[in-house]
């Protein structure tokens, strides 16, 4: 069987990344993940390193500019063979010379229900503080607008009374590390064709 090669994007814990190599430990499953680019030190990293996964760092101090920073990570992804890329939990807004090699091939996890939400790093706080009754996560595309690209998958989460940022947060991981592989393999399988 041959598997969809994955690129993961990360910033930060990497609890996302973990949930879609443990899901590829199943033979079965029809993608796995190939290569690990973080753009600043964080535990993702580790995470790929233990599992064995190649990764790089991309520090923006690092190029001229966001641009070629972008450049160089499409370039490794390549030189991967990476067949689509996931953003998660990566902080930093892809310039269009990432998303038009990728084009339709990206897919972000936003911690909301989209529309909802978009646009923040802060979303389950946003929820909260506006009392909604339900908020959740939901997995898109990736285009030049930021969290506006097609919603292939959400999961809904209720808001509870005595929720604080960290509780909500919590359940809302517990939905993304099963929705996250869950798009992936019906993504891979064709079930689900990428359009933008
Ligand atoms: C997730 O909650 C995701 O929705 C948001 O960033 C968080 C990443 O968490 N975009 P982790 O690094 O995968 O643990």
Redesign the pocket.
């Known amino acids: 069987m041959s598997r969809l090669r994955v690129g993961v994007l990360?910033?930060?814990?990497?609890?996302?990344?973990?949930?879609l190599i443990e899901a590829a430990k199943d033979p079965l499953y029809p993608a796995r993940v190939v290569m690990v680019c973080a753009n600043r030190d964080?535990?993702?990293l580790e995470i790929a390193k233990n599992a064995g996964v190649s990764r790089q760092l991309f520090r923006l101090a690092e190029f001229p500019d966001r641009k070629a920073r972008d450049h160089a990570m499409v370039k490794t992804l390549r030189l991967h063979g990476v067949e689509l890329v996931v953003?998660?939990?990566?902080?930093a807004i892809l310039e269009h010379a990432f998303t038009r090699q990728f084009a339709g091939r990206i897919i972000?996890?936003?911690?909301?229900l989209l529309p909802e939400f978009a646009g923040t790093?802060d979303?389950?706080a946003q929820a909260l503080e506006s009392g909604v009754a339900e908020t959740g996560?939901t997995v898109h595309v990736v285009t030049d607008d930021v969290d506006q690209g097609p919603i292939l998958a959400q999961s809904r989460v209720e808001v509870r009374p005595d929720d604080t940022v960290e509780s909500l947060?919590e359940r809302?991981?517990v939905e993304?590390?099963s929705l996250l592989p869950a798009v992936v393999k019906r993504i891979a399988g064709q079930v689900l064709p990428l359009r933008v």
């Open positions: 990360v910033s930060g814990r990497g609890s996302n990344l973990q949930a964080c535990a993702a953003c998660a939990g990566y902080d972000n996890l936003h911690p909301s790093m979303a389950v996560c947060r809302i991981q993304e590390h």
